[in-house]
């Protein structure tokens, strides 16, 4: 188990909160916005600001998050619930909107030297070129290629066929 620098809450190995802590979370939330006493007033509010933090179209209920906090067969949280707990927890904490969403990524490679406590904002998309494992973050938003040597190989595959086919309808007339 490590600790989450954001959140300071423990990770299970593949960096998620285990259930356990998820639940133990929603607890430390409830307890820092409305005090020991649990209602299911307080819950259903609790259950809609967490459903707005990562835009649920379909709200979470009181009646979940107090299944949930009892431990009731067949409820538990999920990727979606634990984040929303994650980042309303570092809003608590005083983190701005950004640094509440941010999370800490492993296996990052980076080109330029980044400083601790960077965020890189954006989506992370796959290089256009066939057979390129390459996953980057492009800096304008209309860039396919991670890199000029993948741009140009691409290129020159699509350019290949179209030869090929201009010197078969050469010969054919």
């Given at each position: 188990m490590e600790s989450n620098a954001l959140s300071g809450r423990l990770?299970?190995?593949a960096g998620q909160l285990n259930?356990?802590?998820?639940?133990?979370?929603l607890l430390d939330v409830y307890q820092d916005l409305y005090g020991p006493?649990?209602?299911?007033?307080?819950?259903?509010e609790?259950?809609?600001?967490?459903?707005?933090?990562?835009?649920?179209s379909r709200p979470w209920t009181g009646k979940f998050l107090h299944s949930i906090i009892k431990q009731y067969a067949g409820f538990s949280t999920n990727a979606s619930l634990t984040k929303a707990l994650t980042i309303l927890a570092a809003r608590l904490d005083g983190l701005n909107e950004i640094q509440a969403?941010?999370?800490e990524m492993?296996?990052?490679l980076a080109i330029n030297e980044l400083p601790p406590g960077t965020v890189?904002?954006?989506l992370a998309r796959r290089c256009a070129a066939p057979g390129c494992p390459v996953r980057f973050v492009p800096t304008h938003p209309r860039q396919k290629y991670h890199s000029?040597?993948?741009?140009?190989?691409?290129?020159?595959?699509?350019?290949?066929?179209?030869?090929r086919s201009q010197k078969r309808v050469e010969y054919s007339n």
């Open positions: 990770l299970d190995t259930m356990q802590t998820a639940r133990e979370l006493q649990i209602t299911l007033a307080n819950l259903n609790l259950a809609g600001d967490l459903s707005r933090v990562v835009g649920r969403q941010a999370q492993k296996g990052l890189i904002l954006g000029k040597a993948c741009a140009a190989l691409d290129r020159r595959q699509k350019q290949q066929p179209e030869a």
